[in-house]
């Protein structure tokens, strides 16, 4: 056989063995079709503690939140605030006071505000709120 027809064989194996690499690859881009929507972002990231402070005439700890509503919709936020004496939890101190609050109909790009009402608090402590967990649920009355 001369050179030239092995090249010849050379060459088609070659391209062969390209089709049997890159076709699976290509169906595979061509299969998965556009990117889907990205997920939701985590509904923390909507809410913060805007003060905390005790209330004089009962001693209990009083904690200001404020939620930014999402642009996709309004909806429901069920915000779980957490109350301690540092913004580190001891390691030797069980689990931290919580409260709840929802802030039903929270319009799209709008600022709610609401208050959550913790334990009795020691006279010599300083208290720290913080927000333990959120949840939002869309639709108009966020259900």
């Known amino acids: 056989m001369s050179a030239l027809k ?3 064989w050379a060459v088609g194996l070659t391209a062969l063995a390209g089709l049997l690499v890159f076709a699976p690859l ?3 881009v061509w299969a998965s ?3 889907g929507a990205a997920p939701p972002r985590p509904a923390v990231e909507d809410v913060r503690v805007t003060g905390c402070r005790i209330d004089p005439g009962s001693r209990r ?3 200001t939140v404020e939620v930014s509503g999402r642009p996709e919709g309004p909806g429901a936020y069920l915000v779980t605030v ?3 004496e540092g913004a580190t939890p001891a390691p030797t101190a069980g689990r931290a006071p919580q409260a709840l609050v929802r802030l039903p109909n929270v319009a799209p790009t709008a600022t709610e505000h ?3 009402v913790g334990p009795i608090w020691p006279a010599t402590a300083t208290p720290w709120c913080g927000i333990a967990a959120a949840e939002f649920r869309s639709g108009p009355a966020g259900g």
């Open 6 to 8: 092995w090249q010849g």
């Open 26 to 28: 290509g169906l595979y």
């Open 33 to 35: 079709g556009e990117p």
């Open 61 to 63: 700890v009083v904690a």
């Open 82 to 84: 957490e109350f301690r």
């Open 114 to 116: 609401a208050e959550a």
